[in-house]
């Protein structure tokens, strides 16, 4: 069974400054959510998806953060701008089942971001 | 104050050791408690995953929950190199998707 995708897998960028990241959860994972690993620290739901409708943005900092997940697959998450306290690990996560449960989670590797 | 605590650590041991990692929580209204396992540069990895009180063993690893006490408890038994990660642990309450991560515990086993 192949495992959650996502890219890239580094990134520096520059403060104010746009990036993105990409995943794709595993085939036939209805839920996917985008994680922020902040270094020492466990990771923070940024958002969460059920098939392409957002169950959970409450922790996502909107003015310069977002997401989509067109057609109930894959996702991209933007930063635009970018700023230092955004340095940290993005990941994706995925579970086979509905909102409301508390299903296992799939990670994938994650993208570390450096932000200078 | 924080929502899980969880000693960062690290922690080194001799391989062959007990490795004891816990975690303390405030949210009275979580029943299901997980831990992670998190190699260098991975995503983490589900590696016991407990509903409500009680002890779980799979293979070298033993998970105890004590809801009276808000503390949860992952055991290593005959500790291997390979152990050697950051351990999360999470939790949520009942139809409650979202997960409170621990801060984790960085582990080292020495050969």
């Known amino acids: 069974e192949a495992g959650v995708a996502q890219s890239p897998r580094y990134k520096i960028i520059e403060k104010r400054q746009s990036v993105a990241f990409w995943c794709n959860p595993i085939s036939g994972h209805a839920t996917l959510y985008w994680y922020q690993q902040i270094l020492g620290q466990g990771p923070k739901l940024l958002i969460q998806?059920?098939?392409?409708?957002?169950?959970?943005d409450s922790q996502l900092p909107k003015d310069r953060f977002s997401a989509e997940r067109l057609k109930g697959v894959d996702s991209t998450l933007k930063i635009q701008p970018a700023k230092l306290e955004d340095s940290a690990v993005y990941l994706c996560a995925s579970s086979l089942v509905a909102y409301g449960t508390n299903e296992k989670l799939f990670f994938g590797s994650g993208t570390q971001l450096s932000v200078l | 104050q924080k929502e899980v605590e969880q000693d960062p650590g690290p922690l080194s041991v001799p391989e062959g050791a007990i490795v004891s990692l816990n975690c303390t929580y405030s949210n009275s209204a979580f029943q299901y408690f997980m831990w992670y396992r998190q190699y260098s540069r991975k995503g983490p990895e589900l590696l016991m995953y407990?509903?409500?009180?009680g002890n779980k063993e799979d293979g070298r690893f033993t998970a105890q929950v004590d809801k009276s006490s808000k503390y949860i408890s992952l055991f290593i038994r005959d500790s291997q190199p390979s152990d050697s990660a950051t351990y999360l642990c999470?939790?949520?309450?009942?139809?409650?998707?979202?997960?409170?991560f621990g801060a984790g515990t960085t582990v080292t086993v020495r050969a």
């Open positions: 998806f059920q098939n392409n409708g957002v169950v959970d």
């Open positions: 999470a939790m949520s309450a009942s139809g409650d998707y979202k997960l409170s």
């Open positions: 407990t509903y409500s009180s």
